[in-house]
């Protein structure tokens, strides 16, 4: 009926609750989620919330793979917005918590935490993940124009009446796309959960962004976060994450180079409209970047539409006699692609040939789709390489060194000369420049994120510091006062210019690293420094107020304290700290003359009075600590740096290259000073509307919706082979194999625990029959004696008492024997008697037939010695037959002769030891095992004819005897 299968739902529905609150998948797999089970998905979806709110993977894992959706479990917003309100106390819940009080004001009212957590909407969860992610992602989540109050159905809408503002927001929504796996993945990696983030990231739609996009996540929680032991379970998750973006990616590049490219610059709609690689690059990720496929990738846009096969020397040469690439001079990239296209025909068509089958792998033909260069595309495309526009700029710039040095060193005239007055446009045209570099977001930064980063590159302070010193420089320089102080701050702005001429070396593969490690010695030696500055003011004023009195020149103040003592660090040893070398003609008494220091106090001999000894032992002190001490401390910080750096710095090398790259691809062509003319083009663009911006998309493509489906396809079927992959080679790891091995040892420990408690059992047993058979033993005989007593026989005094029991325990093994019976307690033994063959395990309470058993499947087993000619013998007549005490975990007749009743006669011969019939003896035969003794008995086809077995127990002729005896029916 409907009520009994409500009931029976309802009841499994409690079985499976308690299952998950006491997170036992055991039983939940063996006895709830059963072939016989069948469960809808949607009658699941309590469960998963239980599974995921009570931190139970393996129920996660269970319900997965038992028919439960995740799209179907979060295509209501409601039941994501639940699982975030039920977050465990975690850094995430508690941003949340902030913003959800910064946006409603709860901050003025004292409100509990719960009220504020059930506060918590899917916007706060955008935004939060948006900050976390970065501001040039976008909102995940399509923002809501609802406000979100304690109850969602009291919320009311902010502009009901603003439909010209609702517009752009539903627009954002309707381009939001939602994945099911993306959601529950994002939910466990702000928790920090290892285990359920695992689970979804297998379910995620766009593998490698949320690889990547989860290790952003965790490096900014773990840089905001107060407690360094969970920020550094972040750091452990983050790089987790980044080495399976980099095991996704290395399958999708050694399948297809061309589309692990795409995945690169791919637009991502699940995760803020962003890219694979721009999520690596802002959450650090140098193993990423540093993979073969990201290079390649960048060594791509580098060299623009110029094949990354010439070497430099071609490529400058063409930029000088340019009409080279009209010839084979110079290789272009589409010709290549035209070649490679041209050379898979061919093999197709040869392969068509071999095999006769006209099937073809693209439906277009490459020669529709690829296109020679023309004239001026190909002279477009030369100078329009970042490749060469890196070249132009090198030599503009030595070219503006070259003219900054004559102008300082010849032509520094009062008046501006021609040749300044050129090096006053150059540098208007590097400012132009820097100015555009620093307003150019195509990553939708923002201007202050933008600002941020722009100020905290080196070179970029570099640029701006020389810019500001040129400028004060030119304005004093254009005064008659200050001409020359001017000229002055211009030769100290040539010097910032020059180390700024560093930046060129780091696109070189050797030289690049070295600028890193140098760089890092720099700070390095700034903390130096500090230290050092110590020991020499300390060392310097000392010596100052002992040898001079009260000398009031700041030149020779700041000399004698600083300028000595740091010069002694180089091997200047000073002369004025003892008596030798003094010369009153070299100092001024009172301190009048501006060339020479002040004398020291003088005695009456007109020669120093300060004591010589001291100013002496200060200075072996101060060389030991500054000399010894220090140079060699900073000679041990510089050689740790050059090991630590040295292993990784082809690593970060490889991701600082990105950002010269991405500079000087969107760097205008013209070089310096020329650049200006491209700096009016882009304002004259800008400013007037009709006028088409152009745009690049090397380092961001949006793809259309089949092509992008295809594409994330691939990737989850390469994500598929790296988690196989990853598994055989974890299951191969030396730490698997210590794993496994323990386990066995474990296992076999506890198996031979176990057999020697069977053992012990098994004596304990046989000790148990044996009493059990002299038992019976004595009742057949007390049976006897009585028979013989009933037919007169007489009794005579001497007769011995047979032996009896006592009722307590005779009534305790009459109970034994039934509660064995009953409980099947024979057939409880894991091996069946004097085989190896394992009994399929029986529960208690599935022995009897009565109750349904579907997974029962248990061994089948008959002894060779068996009459194979019995009917019902054959392994397809075993289905009529069943043991009647129920489930024995064996199929087939065993040890026993046939299937169904074995009959089995005992015989009892018995007879008088003498005439008087004293004594009763009766006739026993040992057992196979020669331990104990039973009575003479076998299995019979029927009970009118003896055992075979007895003929030679008895002797031929007292069996035919007997036999014919039995045959007549004779007792």
Known sequence: SRTGESQGSESWKRQLGLAIAWNRVDIAETEIFTEESQWKSSDLHWAMTSALVGNNPQFVSLLLENGVSLRD????????????????????????????????????????????????????????VRHLLGNFTKPIYPPSTMTYHLSMDTSVSVFKDQTTFQDPLREDGAEAQKDAGRDLFLWAVVQNNKELAEIAWEQCKDCMSAALAASKILKKMAEEGSDADEAQDMLKLASHYENHAIGVFSKCHNSDEERAQKLLVRMSPLWGKTTCLRLALEADDKNFVAQSGVQALLTQIWCGEISVVNPVWKVLVCMVFFPLIYTNFLVFRS????????????????????????????????????????CWSRLEELYCSPQVKFYGNIVSYFAFLLLFAVVLMIDFQSTPSTGEQLLYIWLLSLVCEEIRQLFHNPDGFGFCKKAKMYIH?????????????????????????????????????????????????????????????????????????????????????????????????????IRGAVYEPYLIIFGNFPENIDNAHFNIESCSMNGTDPL????????????????????????????????????????????????????????????????????????????????????????????????????????????????????????????????????????????RRILDTSQKVTTLTEKWESEEETTSTAVMRRLEKLEEQVTQSAKALQWIVDNLISQGVPAKETQPQSPTVPDESSNYLRNAAEKEGRFHV????????????????????????????????????????????????????????????????????????????????????????????????????LNENLISLALPGGAVDSVDHLPGNLKGILGKKLFEALNAKVSEGTK
């Open 457 to 557: 590159e080196l070179w970029n302070i570099l640029d701006i510091l020389s810019i500001l010193l040129f400028c004060v420089g030119l304005g004093f320089r254009l005064t008659t006062d200050l001409f020359y102080a001017g000229k002055i701050i211009l030769c100290i702005d040539f010097v910032v210019f020059c180390l700024r001429l560093m930046a060129i070396f780091t696109i070189s593969r050797t030289l690049g690293p070295k600028i890193i490690i140098v760089k890092k010695m720099m700070m390095d030696m700034f903390f130096f420094m500090f230290l050092l500055s110590i020991w020499v003011v300390a060392y310097g004023v000392a010596k100052q107020g002992i040898l001079i009195h009260n000398d009031s020149r700041l030149d020779w103040i």
């Open 826 to 925: 024979k057939s409880r033994e894991l091996y069946y008697p004097k085989t190896k063959i394992e009994r399929f395990p029986v529960p208690e309470e599935y022995v009897t037939w009565q109750v349904s058993f579907s997974s029962y499947m248990p061994p089948y087993y008959s002894a060779q010695d068996g009459d194979s000619h019995v009917a019902g013998s054959d392994p397809e007549d075993l289905d009529n037959y069943r043991n009647p005490g129920g489930r024995t975990g064996i199929r087939g007749r065993g040890a026993l002769s046939r299937l169904g009743p074995n009959l089995n006669l005992d015989l009892v011969v018995t007879r008088w030891r003498d005439n008087e019939m004293s004594v009763l003896e009766y006739l026993a035969v």
């Open 73 to 128: 479990f979060l295509q209501d917003d409601d039941t994501l917005c639940e699982l975030y309100r039920q977050l465990p106390n975690c850094f995430f819940l508690y941003k949340l918590a902030q913003r959800v009080k910064r946006v409603s004001g709860s901050s003025r009212s004292k409100e509990l935490g719960r009220k504020v957590v059930e506060k918590i909407s899917l916007t706060h969860v955008s935004d939060e």
């Open 596 to 735: 020479k220091p002040k004398c020291p106090v003088l005695n009456e001999n007109q020669m120093p009075a300060f004591p010589e000894w001291l100013t002496i032992i200060m200075l072996c002190v101060y060389l030991l600590f500054a000399n010894i001490l220090l140079l060699n401390l900073l000679i041990a910080i510089f050689n740790f740096t050059f090991q630590e750096i040295q292993d990784n710095t082809d690593k970060i090398w490889k991701f600082q290259r990105y950002e010269l790259i991405k500079e000087y691809h969107s760097r205008p062509a013209a070089p310096p000073p020329f650049i200006i003319l491209s700096h009016l083009c882009l304002f004259i663009r800008n400013m007037v509307p009709c006028c088409p911006r152009i745009s690049h998309n090397k380092f961001k493509n949006k793809l259309e919706p089949i092509e992008d489906e295809e594409l994330l396809s691939w990737e989850a079927l390469m994500k598929d082979k790296y988690m196989l992959s990853a598994r055989e080679e974890q299951s191969q790891s030396m730490e």
């Open 335 to 374: 010709v290549e692609l035209i070649q490679r296209d041209n050379e898979r025909n061919e093999e197709l068509k040869n392969v068509e040939k071999v095999t006769g089958s006209t099937w073809r792998t693209n439906d277009r033909c490459p020669e529709q789709t690829r296109k020679h260069l023309g």
